[in-house]
């Protein structure tokens, strides 16, 4: 199992664990009916107490993606049943997994510009640019708009997962999306530690998605190096 610094992450620490698990058994290497290492054990290689290790597995409990027997210890139920904070966040190291953290760039209430597909009702947007990282290591670039009629988002209180956010903060959730991957020219506005040069080619993803509304709320375009992670799609 890796074991990233969940410390810079605004999400709350059980759930940064609770987060690194499913994406853990996603990528099979937590796979059906293992045992789980020691509450003890595990609580250590968090750097976390026992009390929030127990709220980070009773978390995955509820989801049905564990099972705990008394006196015996904490065993995988790898199902996709469960709703993730990451779910939809679909780039994974090339061996699987990782927890995904981002910096951000820059936040601005602003027009809707002509290149973007028709999404939400609004003619304006909110753009959030951001640096992803998995388990710490740089792997995309990604600008997300937001449709203006959604909600006003407040830069101090966005969070890891801007769906947790809108979930928590504007109180709807994305329900679906839909993906176009292929390859794209790095933004000029990447910063150097993505570590490509702004026209390089690199790997592109086109994100429309839906929370309840018949129209789509945001729409979001991710550069990433296909040499630090992979895009994964599950189907079950």
Not at 38 to 58: F, H, I, N, W
Not at 146 to 159: C, H, I, Q, R, Y
């Amino acid at each position: 199992m890796s074991n990233p610094d969940l410390s810079s992450s605004a999400l709350p620490l059980y759930l940064q664990i609770s987060e690194t698990l499913i994406r853990e058994i996603a990528a099979g290497r937590l796979v059906d009916g293992e045992r789980l290492p020691p509450e003890r054990e595990l609580a250590k290689q968090y750097g976390t107490t026992v009390r929030t290790l127990r709220k980070s597995l009773a978390e995955l409990e509820k989801q049905g993606m564990l099972e705990r027997v008394q006196g015996s210890g904490n065993y995988v139920r790898a199902t996709q049943s469960g709703r993730s904070v990451y779910s939809m966040f679909r780039l994974e190291l090339p061996e699987g997994g990782g927890l995904p953290t981002a910096d951000i760039l820059s936040v601005h209430d602003m027009e809707k510009p002509a290149d973007l597909p028709a999404f939400g009702s609004s003619n304006r947007g909110t753009r959030i640019r951001r640096l992803r990282y998995l388990d710490e290591v740089v792997i995309a670039v990604e600008e997300i708009w937001l449709d203006g009629d959604a909600g006003k988002v407040d830069p101090a209180k966005l969070s890891e997962s801007l769906y947790h956010y809108y979930q928590k903060q504007l109180g709807f959730w994305i329900r679906r999306a839909e993906d176009r991957v292929s390859i794209g020219h790095v933004p000029a506005w990447a910063p150097e530690a993505f570590g490509h040069t702004p026209g390089e080619i690199s790997g592109y993803i086109e994100r429309l998605s839906w929370s309840q509304a018949a129209a789509p709320v945001e729409f979001s375009r991710t550069w990433f190096d296909p040499e630090k992670s992979i895009y994964i799609q599950r189907l079950t």
